[in-house]
């Protein structure tokens, strides 16, 4: 066997650093939400939602690659449980109290009541939703009326929960076929929803709920990166903000910078 030249260990050591470095820095990451827009959307569209194109824009920076996946909230709250993707898009403290969250959100929800245009009910407090059959979809987390929805999610004269992909369109059927008296919803995504519905005309909004919602860009505690990937889109969202491209992003989907 011929002796190898002087530098083929250094060369070797050299290549392998170089891949080592490549692999850790342009790793895949697996990002989950479920379809909520503006926020998120569907990964085929080159409009997958506001909150998605900020983790893209500060990830793929860093050299990552990006691979969202769009699933019902239940399931991307139970793969991010379980470590099973690299963070959950659309997530509130309350959602994943555990979770490792940025120090500052990546959006903030409004959330909003919806009655039929025949009906003459508004959302004054807690205790007027007595009056209310009210559906909220399964393991969304509704600030001040949270407490309500707990101590009521078993009677279904008073709540009722709506899940899958399709939840809010099931919701909103619900409401004009009278099987519900009210719902809530980001006003957000309403005003999106309500773009392509039929019956548009016939749904109208009845009173806020007085505290809007954090979202983030949420970690695993059990991903060993969690800490490191929660300060970069921290730090990324501040960036953004200063530099004007968070802006450019939220005037693609005509949402203002909250």
Request: glycine share 4%; proline share 5%.
């Amino acid at each position: 066997m011929k002796p190898r030249p002087l530098f083929f260990v250094p060369l070797v050591i050299l290549v392998v650093s170089f891949f080592m470095t490549w692999t850790l820095s342009a790793d895949e990451l697996t990002i989950v939400a479920d379809p909520y827009m503006p926020y998120t959307g569907d990964p085929a569209s080159d409009h997958p939602g506001f909150m998605i194109e900020i983790a893209k824009a500060i990830l793929e920076k860093a050299g990552h690659t990006i691979n969202y996946k769009q699933v019902a909230w239940d399931e991307a709250m139970s793969q991010a449980k379980n470590a099973d993707v690299t963070a959950i898009v659309g997530a509130s403290k309350d959602d994943l109290p555990d979770f490792i969250f940025p120090e500052i959100e990546q959006a903030s929800a409004q959330g909003v009541f919806y009655v039929s245009t025949a009906s003459s009910w508004k959302y004054t407090n807690v205790a007027s939703l007595e009056k209310v059959c009210l559906g909220i979809i399964n393991n969304y987390n509704y600030t001040d009326i949270q407490p309500y929805i707990k101590s009521n999610k078993s009677n279904s004269t008073k709540i009722r929960m709506f899940s899958d992909s399709n939840a809010l369109e099931k919701m909103v059927d619900a409401l004009i076929e009278g099987k519900i008296q009210a719902f809530v919803e980001d006003q957000n995504v309403m005003k999106e929803f309500l773009k392509t519905y039929p019956k548009a005309d016939k749904i109208m909004e009845a009173g806020k709920l007085r505290v809007p919602s954090k979202l983030y860009i949420a970690f695993s505690p059990k991903r060993a990166e969690a800490q490191e990937m929660s300060k970069l889109i921290s730090d990324g969202t501040k960036a953004m903000r200063a530099d004007g491209s968070l802006k450019k992003i939220l005037d693609r989907y005509n949402v203002q910078d909250w």
